[in-house]
T-cell receptor, first 113, second 110 residues
Framework: ETGVTQTPRHLVMGMTNKKSLKCEQH?????MYWYKQSAKKPLELMFV???????ENNSVPSRFSPECPNSSHLFLHLHTLQPEDSALYLC????????????FGPGTRLTVT | QQPVQSPQAVILREGEDAVINCSSS?????VHWYRQKHGEAPVFLMI?????EQMRHEKISASFNEKKQQSSLYLTASQLSYSGTYFC???????????FGAGTTVTVRA
């Protein structure tokens, strides 16, 4: 595997379900990000992990819970979501300190019913 | 605060040129440009770190006017492969946290 991978690619869940999104980067980067991309809206930064420590939480509702067990893996735990949470969730990574370009994964298309 | 991109959409014929603008109400440390094709992940094009810096990716170039707090992306002699949505991402401090514009959808037709 190369680059940034995300699983699953598609997810349909009910409002009472609990699910997790997974992201893995194979680039040796030290920072990882979760973004939300809704139709006709800008990419919204949700969480940032730098050297495995969360450094940003852009007022994201607590029904979204990130986890970064190591510098290569990032999870987004979901519970009791709302229909307006339906969106494309993108993971990205970068090498802070040397290069700032972010490499994105293909995203997970989430539908909350 | 998110930057403002214009135009929202542009349609070109192959070989034509276009300019996409990205403006911020706050001072910027850097501007990043990404392109996203339908159903795919955004792909990094270039980063501009200094005022007045111009970068190039194939026949796509960009400028950064620090004083005006804006950046422009120039699509020159457009190709079919240039179709997609272009996003600017702005960084206000050297903190690797980007705010993205709403995007400009570019359609290049034969």
């Amino acid at each position: 595997e190369t680059g940034v991978t995300q699983t699953p690619r598609h997810l349909v869940m009910g409002m009472t379900n609990k699910k997790s999104l997974k992201c893995e980067q194979h680039l040796g980067h030290n920072a990882m990000y979760w973004y939300k991309q809704s139709a006709k809206k800008p990419l919204e930064l949700m969480f940032v992990y730098n050297f495995k420590e969360q450094t940003e939480n852009n007022s994201v509702p607590s029904r979204f819970s990130p986890e970064c067990p190591n510098s290569s893996h990032l999870f987004l735990h979901l519970h009791t979501l709302q229909p307006e949470d339906s969106a494309l969730y993108l993971c990205a990574s970068s090498q802070v300190g040397t290069s700032y370009e972010q490499y994105f994964g293909p995203g997970t298309r989430l539908t909350v019913t | 605060q998110q930057p403002v991109q214009s135009p929202q959409a542009v349609i070109l014929r192959e070989g034509e040129d276009a300019v996409i603008n990205c403006s911020s109400s706050k001072a910027l440390y850097s501007v990043h440009w990404y392109r996203q094709k339908h159903g795919e992940a955004p792909v990094f094009l270039m980063i501009l770190l200094k005022g007045g810096e111009q970068m190039r990716h194939e026949k796509i170039s960009a400028s950064f006017n620090e004083k005006k707090q804006q950046s422009s992306l120039y699509l020159t002699a457009s190709q079919l492969s240039y179709s997609g949505t272009y996003f600017c991402g702005t960084e206000r401090a050297n903190d690797y946290k980007l705010s993205f514009g709403a995007g400009t959808t570019v359609t290049v037709r034969a």
